[in-house]
């Protein structure tokens, strides 16, 4: 797999536990980082993702567990000895100082002699187009210049590893699209080891060369934005990631042979049936029939049948659906369909001539098609 | 743009405001100023009045009493107000932290600041007394002095001592000043000074005190020119004494006015000490104006 030797890794967390008195808000979380990579730890409000961070650069304490950065146990140091630097969903700007002072922080603590320090500061203003700010007070720049200083002040030190707490909640919903390809421009060019923390799953997406997907205090799944997005653990991470989320589908599943019968209910009539070619349900014995939960996400059910009319009848097959809700949304047309108990969502063509109402042939790609445990949600 | 009604309704409505601010600050100030050009005695009998220029101002600024009295009032002023800065942000950092009874303490804490000046002083004289109070015992059980002491009967410490009282009275309300500011400290800006490796002298210096630079000059202006016009502790715990010692700029107005009766003389000193008090005023006022200018964002 991904995780990398204790000796290489940039960042090795071992069975970390936080607890406040009784409530264990970190649960034995366990995360190995490659020196270079883009870690993003994405996942609901609540789910531990900053009190992870918070843990990592020290300044929440840890109840049990180890922490080694760049193959030193750092578990209990104090911050400003781990060599790592942070940037703020804030900020955190000193209001006081211009932003040359501000950038240049952490190497006047550290008495960086004058001329290194102006050397360093400049390079990294360079770096991040802001020469032209650095005798300005932060209040007297624009949300995206603060985020840009604040970058500066931890690329300055040039430390082991970057922590980023929800860097981009603050900018307007434009500016976090320029900033986010910045970001990713900077981690291409100085091929820094950053931990991202993140809300938002189209960030994660775009951003990480690896995700650590949260819920509850626990990791959900470690992997790669594709593996994160194409084979989701359990039906938490499918329905998290990916906007519109994954399609989850109750349905029946039968091993007749070389392929498996599905059954998904449909509310105004006979169940909607697909063939899957594919392994199928893992747990799934020949002849056996389950129920379980069906997962397709809004792209793997398109208007591909109205347009060609080219099914192999295989991995893309075609069923007519019932279209409930027709949402125009300028590059894609999204169509609500009753399936399964649910509001299943098919991606259309921006120009598709559908409207609410119509019996539309819907072309279902069963390549893209998870399975999953109805109970406890787990991928089967 | 007001229009001309209401021009007028304005200042209908403004008169009874500004009747009463003349009767009590105006009129008693151009009072002063016209006494303080005339050499006017106070007496049960009608005296002549003569107008006498800056007779009284020539006086003043020339005699060295007066003089002593004004180096007297700065000494009390800087160094009561330092030690209450001090004393105070010392206090709001320590307030601010999180331990059990902190909200307790927080209301204690306020207390000498409530009592009433003439009875703060009223104790402490009693706490100075040289035969039983509580300052002798405590530092002659301590073994830190041998013989009890009358420490505002001596001139060396008299000062000292009610500089000790009033700063014991007054750091509270700083204290709260600052402790204010502190809660709005923003926690990430510590953490990211942290996070750089500013330890917590550093933090605090760069960090917390700039933070809290505005609303701490405020209080300290307030603070210098109440302590510069120091009047009413002095006048009960030493009555000036002993050998002037204690004798500041206010008391020696009140002495030219109530014991010497010049109402004359005494009103040109009561404008010098109120000049002085001004140029103290703009000074702070500038530092302030520039503190906030770049403070928080």
Known sequence: ?380 | MLGRRQKREKWILLAPALAVLALITLIPLANTLWLSFTDTRISALPEPVHFIGLENYVYALTDPDFQEALFRTLYFTIVSVGLEGVLGVAVAVLLNQEFRGRTLLRALIILPWAVPTIVNAVAWRLIYHPDYGALNSLLFQLGIISDYRSWIGDPATAMNMVILADVWKNFPLVAYVALAALQTVPEDLSKAAAIEGAGPWKRFCSITLPWIAGPLMVVMVLRTIEAFRVFDIIYVMTGGGPADSTKTASFYVYQEYFNYLRSGSGASYAVLVAGISAVLIVFYYSVTKRQTAGGAA
Do not use: W
Request: charged share 25%.
């Open chain 1, 1 to 380: 797999m991904n995780a990398a030797m204790t000796q290489d890794a940039i960042l090795k967390i071992s069975s970390l536990q936080k607890r406040y008195g009784e409530v264990n808000v970190l649960k034995d979380i366990d995360i190995s980082m490659a020196p270079g990579e883009f870690l993003v730890l994405v996942g609901p409000s609540g789910c531990g993702k900053s009190t992870l961070l918070s843990c990592i650069s020290g300044l929440t304490d840890i109840s049990s567990g180890t922490i080694h950065i760049a193959g030193r146990d750092r578990t209990n140091d104090e911050p400003a000895d781990r060599d790592i630097a942070m940037v703020f969903q804030s900020y955190a700007l000193f209001p006081n100082m211009s932003v040359e002072r501000n950038i240049g922080f952490g190497l006047e603590v550290r008495k960086v002699n004058e001329a290194e320090k102006k050397r360093k500061v400049a390079e990294v203003a360079d770096l991040l187009k802001i020469e032209h700010l650095l005798h300005r007070r932060p209040a007297e720049l624009s949300g995206g210049q603060r985020q840009r200083v604040a970058m500066g002040r931890a690329l300055v030190r040039e430390p082991k590893l970057f922590l980023f707490d929800e860097p981009l909640s603050n900018l307007d919903a434009k500016l976090r699209v320029t900033m986010r390809t910045e970001i990713k421009r900077i981690h291409q060019t100085t091929g820094a080891s950053i931990v991202y923390v993140t809300h938002d799953q189209i960030e994660a997406m775009t951003l990480a060369s690896r995700i650590v997907v949260m819920k509850d205090g626990v990791v959900q799944q470690i992997g790669t934005p594709q593996e994160i997005y194409n084979k989701p653990v359990n039906a938490f991470v499918a329905d998290f990631m990916g906007a519109p989320s994954m399609n989850l589908m109750t349905g029946t599943a039968t091993r007749e042979g070389e392929h498996v019968r599905l059954q998904i209910p449909t509310p105004e009539g006979p169940p909607l049936e697909l063939f899957d070619y594919g392994p199928g349900p893992e747990t799934l014995a020949a002849g056996d029939t389950a129920e379980l939960t069906i997962g397709l996400r809004p792209e793997a059910m398109t208007d591909l049948g109205l347009r060609s009319g080219g099914m192999d009848g295989r991995t893309l097959q075609s069923a007519d659906c019932l279209l409930d809700v027709v949402e125009p949304a300028g590059a894609d047309t999204y169509a609500v369909v009753q399936l399964g108990g649910t509001e299943a969502v098919a991606r259309l063509s921006a120009d598709a001539p559908v409207a609410a109402g119509q019996r539309v042939p819907i072309a279902f790609d069963l390549s893209k098609i998870s399975y999953f445990d109805i109970a406890s949600g787990n991928r089967l």
